[in-house]
């Protein structure tokens, strides 16, 4: 369970306060693989953020009865300098999860191949893709955070990670950004629209995506 209350958060661009989240009071249903939709600017990264602890609002607060992991996106989760299994040995130790585990779970799922064992700065946009979306869903999370990394790799790949994403949602949650509406028809059952600061939930995915849609067409 993820329940907003009162929540505001806005920014100052050019002397002039933008209202991103404006006041937001909901609660997102527990157990749903929930795709985050709104147009540019909306706010949606800075909704993950603020859902994921890394950003702080303005006014209001976030509960959550459980836990939430880290924005899985496309490279900003890792320590360059660093191998990939020395940040996934980082990342069990700060969770709390078996160190061992966790990194023999990384370097089967990822495909990696020796790339595991140097340093992320060396590596492609999927690659980091491939490493963020192993060590995110390589621990068990009360509610994942993914944005656009499902979509990575050959076939094969693809469907290593669907049926993973898939077995994790049996016992949590999911919010996830995607500017590909055919993923999030794949991975998500409902879906949430951000616009003017405020969530409106859809029970069924397709159907936010044709309001989605047709928000873009209008503007």
Not at 200 to 209: N, P, S
Request: charged share 20%; with cysteine.
């Amino acid at each position: 369970m993820i329940r907003f209350e009162n929540l505001t958060k806005s920014y100052w661009v050019k002397g002039v306060q933008k209202l991103v989240i404006d006041n937001l009071s909901t609660e997102l249903p527990t157990g749903k693989s929930l795709g985050l939709l709104g147009l540019n600017g909306a706010g949606k990264t800075t909704l993950m953020q603020l859902v994921a602890g890394t950003m702080r609002a303005d006014k209001g607060r976030i509960v959550s009865d459980g836990s939430i992991s880290w924005p899985v996106g496309f490279g900003g989760s890792f320590h360059p300098e660093l191998t990939g299994a020395q940040n996934v040995r980082f990342i069990a130790r700060i969770y709390g999860v078996d160190t061992d585990e966790l990194i023999a779970f990384v370097e089967d799922f990822a495909e990696l191949g020796k790339h595991f064992h140097m340093p992320v700065r060396s590596y492609s946009a999927g690659m980091k893709s491939r490493l963020t979306f192993g060590a995110t869903f390589g621990i068990q999370f009360d509610t994942y955070l993914v944005d656009e990394v499902t979509s990575v790799g050959d076939a094969p790949f693809r469907r290593k990670s669907r049926a993973l994403f898939q077995d994790r949602m049996q016992a949590a949650s999911a919010i996830m950004v995607s500017h590909e509406m055919e993923q999030l028809r794949n991975y998500c059952d409902s879906g949430i629209i951000l616009e003017n600061g405020q969530l409106t939930y859809f029970e069924e995915i397709d159907e936010a995506i044709e309001v989605h849609l047709h928000q873009i067409r209008q503007n």
